[in-house]
Nanobody, 122 residues
């Protein structure tokens, strides 16, 4: 069983940066894929990006490509989402997710964190 907890959300002005962290407890090993998602008010949850725990390979949604970067620290069992050049439309609750399968993916995650709020003011 894996437990995920996000942190680092908050209020930031447009153009600013935030770094979210996702701390994983339980056994995270090389076969896992970690993902970031977000859900804005009144909208469906959408894929942000994913990373392979073993190879650091990443994929991103077009809406964040070039602005957001996912990384991981295996020693700390933590995945990060560095968000730069933030826009008001990035405002959402951000969720971390995990699945015990080593393929970059946009869905099919088994474990989810409770989420952290990111608000970008104009």
């Amino acid at each position: 069983q894996v437990q995920l907890v996000e942190s680092g959300g908050g209020l930031v002005q447009a153009g600013g940066s935030l770094r979210l962290a996702c701390a994983a407890s339980g056994r995270i090993y090389s076969a896992y894929t970690m993902g970031w998602f977000r859900q804005a008010p009144g909208k469906e949850r959408e894929f942000v990006g994913s990373i392979l725990w073993s190879a650091r390979s990443t994929s991103y949604a077009d809406s964040v490509k070039g602005r957001f970067t996912i990384s991981r620290d295996s020693a700390k069992n933590t995945v990060y989402l560095q968000m730069n050049s933030l826009k008001p439309e990035d405002t959402a609750v951000y969720y971390c997710a995990a699945v015990a399968y080593p393929t970059l993916r946009r869905d099919g995650y088994d474990y989810w964190g409770p989420g952290t709020q990111v608000t970008v003011s104009s």
